[in-house]
């Protein structure tokens, strides 16, 4: 009985507080050991030359400074991921953030990224200004390049003829890195011009989109074009030579009118000179001259209630 009482006795001081607490010490230790020992091999592994990004090339572009790219592609390499893995590491280096630091520099796009051990290869694309978006129809210093699709990709430096089309918006401010008109609207807007230059020898300087999303087509004369976003160009441009073949207004040249407004179909408005040709745009200074006009409403089909001042031609159905 007394061996089995000593037998007894041991079990409970094996399980006593003392010896449950030693216990907790040594899977604590243990814990910390192995947690130190993955730490600091994977801070030294993942630092290792064989492993980390020491070489930058980049390829693309005619006119944009590769040694910026550089620059801003190395700047987002600096750091580590939570204070502890490099950027540089070759298998979690930031593709995204490359990419991005790459297309902030003005005019690149299409940016790729590739990585040859420890090289990373980055390629891109440019932008070639396709029209000028600006804040007015004469303004030469707040200006953006816009591509063909319409996209606002880099500040324009002054400029004066006229190798690019001027755009402006009523309802936007030049921006970068904005789009204030979609592929189709600028192929819609360039074919209009081109009709008007070669169908009826109207030259077009800019062209501004009002609040309403009409458009105003601003000639090198002076005078203006009124049209809709949405019109056929085509019809427009049949509605126009209707126009200007009739006999009330075969005078009409591109110099000696204010406006012919085209915006509501069949009813033409043309806004006649009297006294004074409108000045022309290109001039460095608007002039604010107010010239006398006269108003007059152009039917293009029979209609009963036609004023006076209205022409009636015959309808071509």
């Known amino acids: 009985m007394a061996l089995f009482s000593r037998k007894k006795h041991r079990r409970i001081a094996a399980s006593s507080p003392q010896a449950g607490i030693g216990k907790q010490l040594l899977y604590g230790f243990i814990t910390l050991f192995t947690v130190g020992v993955l730490g600091y091999g994977t801070w030294y592994l993942t630092r290792l030359s064989a492993v980390t990004i020491d070489q ?122 904005t789009q204030p008109f979609t592929a189709e609207q600028l192929r819609n807007m360039y074919g ?54 009739s006999d009330k207004f075969s005078h009409l040249t591109k110099d000696n009118f204010s406006y012919i407004d085209l915006r509501f179909g069949n009813r033409v408005f043309v806004n006649e000179t009297e006294t004074e040709k409108p000045t022309p745009i290109a001039q460095e200074h608007a002039s604010t001259t107010t010239t006398s006009t006269t108003a007059v409403m152009k039917a293009l089909v029979p209609e009963s209630t036609a004023t006076t001042s209205s022409e009636t031609l015959p309808d071509e159905n």
């Open 56 to 177: 930058i090339t980049v390829s693309g572009g005619e006119t944009v400074s590769h040694a910026l790219m550089e620059q801003k592609i190395a700047d987002s390499l600096e750091g580590n991921y939570f204070f502890f893995i490099p950027k540089r590491f070759t298998f979690t280096y930031p593709e995204s953030a490359i990419q991005a630091a790459a297309a902030s520099v003005p005019r690149a796009k299409d940016v790729a990224v590739t990585r040859e051990g420890t090289k990373l290869h980055v390629t891109f694309g440019e932008y070639t200004p396709y029209a000028l978006w600006c804040a007015d129809k004469i303004s030469n210093t707040d200006c953006m390049f816009l591509s063909e699709d319409g996209y606002a990709f880099a500040k324009a430096p002054p400029l004066r003829g006229g190798a690019l089309m001027r755009f402006t918006t009523e309802t936007q401010t030049p921006e970068r890195d």
């Open 192 to 245: 209009f011009i081109d009709g008007l230059e070669k169908q009826f020898g109207f030259r077009v300087l800019a062209v501004t989109r009002s609040i309403d999303e009409d458009l105003f087509y601003h000639l090198g004369e002076g005078g203006t074009i009124y049209t809709t976003e949405n019109a056929d160009n085509e019809t427009t441009f049949e509605n126009l030579a209707t126009v200007l073949k």
